[in-house]
């Protein structure tokens, strides 16, 4: 849970760098709140459910955004990066495969994060 409020910390900080584990855990709680904010809003809502999860969606696009370039830059890849994922087929497995790559030691966007968590 850490991961997650760690990231909404990082509201819109699109500089540094995020581990691996943040960003998974990040998306493992989205997509948990994500469930629960549907459920709960067609359920509350009944018709108008779908409003809340968009609401939700929309909050929490822009530190979704923020920690997938602090991932990029991780693995020493800039921001533009993210737009491989448009291309057809390839793009979203290749983005993937990025995602789940072992970070870089210290590289031109800080120092390797992983070194300054088990150093503490």
């Known amino acids: 849970m850490q991961w997650y409020l760690n990231c909404w910390k990082k509201y819109v900080d699109f500089n540094g760098r995020s581990r691996r584990k943040e960003y998974w855990m990040f998306v493992l709680f989205n997509i948990l709140a994500s469930i629960v904010v549907s459920i709960v809003g067609s359920l509350l809502l009944r018709k108008n459910g779908v409003i809340l999860s968009g609401l939700y969606n929309l909050a929490v696009f822009l530190p979704s955004l923020a920690v997938l370039i602090r991932r990029l830059h991780d693995i020493g890849k800039k921001w533009?990066?993210?737009?491989?994922?448009?291309?057809?087929?390839?793009?979203?497995?290749?983005?993937?495969?990025?995602?789940?790559?072992?970070?870089?030691?210290?590289?031109?966007?800080?120092?390797?994060?992983?070194?300054?968590?088990?150093?503490?």
């Not at 737009?83 to 087929?89: D, E, N, V």
């Not at 390839?90 to 968590?117: R, S």
């Open 80 to 120: 533009y990066w993210i737009f491989i994922s448009l291309i057809p087929l390839a793009g979203p497995i290749w983005m993937l495969v990025l995602l789940c790559t072992e970070g870089e030691g210290d590289n031109e966007f800080g120092p390797d994060p992983k070194a300054e968590t088990t150093e503490a």
